[in-house]
């Protein structure tokens, strides 16, 4: 089994994956091992650039893969620290909320959760940004 390293990889199927990955040449075969694997996107805004990230299958609990280089459209390797940081600290919060898992199976309430404001603040910000957009 080969080296494993942070990659982002296309799919003959448009799917655009980033994962630690290693690569097993299995007899001439090669087949690669995807531990983690997460799409990323990146959201542009008015304010600046938020990044999105979400398992690339969403209901298995397992967390490594395997895909047949047949399947690969490009690979390449990432070292920008920016995105590894992004991807390991998704992937402690995910680790953290599992171990958290709660009684009876409810997870606890935390302010990764996605809750920032209240309704009307929310409704305030967007109407600001229709605003501003509309001024421009």
Known sequence: ???????SIKLVTGE??????????????????LQNPVIIKTINTINGSLVK????????????FIIKSDKVVTMTEVSDSSVIEIYTRYIEDCEEETENFGDNNRSKITDKMGYVSSVEDARKNLEKIFKDLKES
């Open 53 to 64: 990230v979400k398992p690339w299958m969403e209901i298995p609990t397992d967390d490594l």
């Open 1 to 7: 089994m080969g080296e494993e390293f942070y990659s």
């Open 16 to 33: 655009e994956i980033f994962s630690l990955i290693s690569i097993d040449e299995n007899d001439g075969d090669p087949i690669i091992l």
